[in-house]
T-cell receptor, first 114, second 115 residues
Framework: GNSVTQMEGPVTLSEEAFLTINCTYTATGYPSLFWYVQYPGEGLQLLLKATKADDKGSNKGFEATYRKETTSFHLEKGSVQVSDSAVYFCALSEGNFGNEKLTFGTGTRLTIIP | GAGVSQSPRYKVAKRGQDVALRCDPISGHVSLFWYQQALGQGPEFLTYFQNEAQLDKSGLPSDRFFAERPEGSVSTLKIQRTQQEDSAVYLC?????????????FGPGTRLTVT
């Protein structure tokens, strides 16, 4: 079956540091890949996505590239801010029409200190 | 506009009680999903509706779990004879239409604690 493995946390960085959160996946077909974020006290929100190999998703300074050869979708940001403190989830969807359920990783808690 | 809402936000149940969790998706959204999130884990899929049709219930952990969406909008997840292992956050998500992979909008969740 499908699965997602992501870097365990928690991760603590200083403001303006470079961020990488690793994510690898196992899927039987050609999934779409996502990063969701959960800010303190809020619900899950889609951060970025990529739907096919070599696509790069980007949003709010975050980027991730769909690497089929390494089955990876690592999240990066060049200069983190305190406001980026949140839990980040890597996920995939291999949805055939009518079945777009998401498979999530366990989440990585990120704390940015000023 | 209004997002996905869920009620109640918190529910404490004694072991053996039945509970009902409600989800109001974004208006006009065809697809609706339920997920279960245990503490410190990622959400896990429970079931999926397209309008009123339940197309996938492969993630429901036992026959004590039942979900419905009778008019294709509001959905209810019911858990009968709750057990301690049912303690989790139950998340509802909706998306506009099938085929839009992963663009699901999540509600705030219902935190269920079974004592």
């Amino acid at each position: 079956g499908n699965s997602v493995t992501q870097m365990e946390g928690p991760v603590t960085l200083s403001e303006e540091a470079f961020l990488t959160i690793n994510c690898t996946y196992t899927a039987t077909g050609y999934p779409s890949l996502f990063w969701y974020v959960q800010y303190p006290g809020e619900g899950l929100q889609l951060l970025l996505k990529a739907t096919k190999a070599d696509d790069k998703g980007s949003n709010k300074g975050f980027e991730a590239t769909y690497r089929k050869e390494t089955t990876s979708f690592h999240l990066e940001k060049g200069s983190v801010q305190v406001s980026d403190s949140a839990v980040y989830f890597c996920a995939l969807s291999e949805g055939n029409f009518g079945n777009e359920k998401l498979t999530f990783g366990t989440g990585t808690r990120l704390t940015i200190i000023p | 506009g209004a997002g996905v809402s869920q009620s109640p936000r918190y529910k404490v149940a004694k072991r053996g009680q039945d509970v009902a969790l409600r989800c109001d998706p974004i208006s006009g959204h065809v697809s609706l999903f339920w997920y279960q999130q245990a503490l410190g884990q990622g959400p896990e899929f429970l079931t999926y509706f397209q309008n009123e049709a339940q197309l996938d219930k492969s993630g429901l952990p036992s026959d004590r779990f039942f979900a419905e969406r009778p008019e294709g909008s509001v959905s209810t997840l019911k858990i009968q004879r709750t057990q301690q292992e049912d303690s989790a956050v139950y998340l509802c998500a909706s998306s506009l239409a099938p085929g839009i992979r992963g663009e699901q909008y999540f509600g705030p969740g219902t935190r269920l604690t079974v004592t």
